[in-house]
């Protein structure tokens, strides 16, 4: 079975770029969970949603951050404009409501 | 808010030696789960909790749901060089949440 998809694996942007990183959740999934993840502050959770709606955004940093879920099958989270302190391994994790989240790879972002 | 404490932070240990860990939280659980990361990867599920007491193994790992509900444990007996990464633990989110709390991690290295 397929699991979480995230695309790009890495990115290398300058700062001031726009930035997009995409996820797919596991088919038959309805709550979806953006992460990121630094040697200083961990795991933080960014957002989640619950099909298809955002439940909560409390962890977004900044109006910078913003991220969709149009459908079921798809989900986006973009920065604009990026900053260097935004370099992080951003991850996407789907799950069935209330049960153990099932991560992807990883997006690693570095903005220069 | 909920918070959940992990020790050890680090552990350097020999191939062949045991390994425990613990996390421990604010507040009680009616779950616990227990991930691994390797690096470059996202966080795996490596066991779930559902019960006080429960005890459940996954090859030599074994986890325990602690009679508190406040705290679970994690060991590894026997540990071999592939078992090098981050431990995370989880439990849910506050009641009406979708969402579950990580621990900040217990990064293991066995040196062979």
């Known amino acids: 079975d397929a699991g979480v998809i995230q695309s790009p694996r890495h990115e290398v942007t300058e700062m001031g770029q726009e930035v997009t990183l995409r996820c797919k959740p596991i088919?038959?999934?309805?709550?979806l969970f953006w992460y990121r993840q630094t040697m200083m502050r961990g795991l933080e959770l960014l957002i989640y949603f619950n099909n298809n709606v955002p439940i909560d955004d409390s962890g977004m940093p900044e109006d910078r951050f913003s991220a969709k879920m149009p459908n079921a099958s798809f989900s986006t989270l973009k920065i604009q404009p990026s900053e260097p302190r935004d370099s992080a391994v951003y991850f996407c994790?789907?799950?069935?409501?209330?049960?153990?989240?099932?991560f992807g790879d990883g997006t690693r972002l570095s903005i220069l | 808010g909920q918070q959940l404490n992990q020790s050890p932070q680090s552990m350097f240990i020999q191939e062949g030696e045991d390994v425990s860990m613990n996390c421990t939280s604010s507040s009680i659980f009616n779950t616990w789960l227990w991930y691994k990361q390797e690096p470059g990867e996202g966080p795996v599920l490596l066991i779930a909790?559902?019960?006080?007491?429960e005890l459940t193994s996954n090859g030599r790992l074994t986890a325990q749901f602690g009679i508190t509900r406040k705290d679970s444990f994690l060991n590894i007996s026997a540990s071999i060089p592939s078992d090098v990464g981050i431990y995370f633990c989880a439990g849910p989110g506050p009641s009406g949440t979708y969402k579950y709390i990580f621990g900040t991690g217990t990064r293991l290295k066995v040196l062979a």
């Open positions: 994790a789907s799950s069935i409501t209330n049960q153990p989240q099932h």
């Open positions: 088919s038959g999934h309805n709550s």
């Open positions: 909790l559902y019960k006080a007491g």
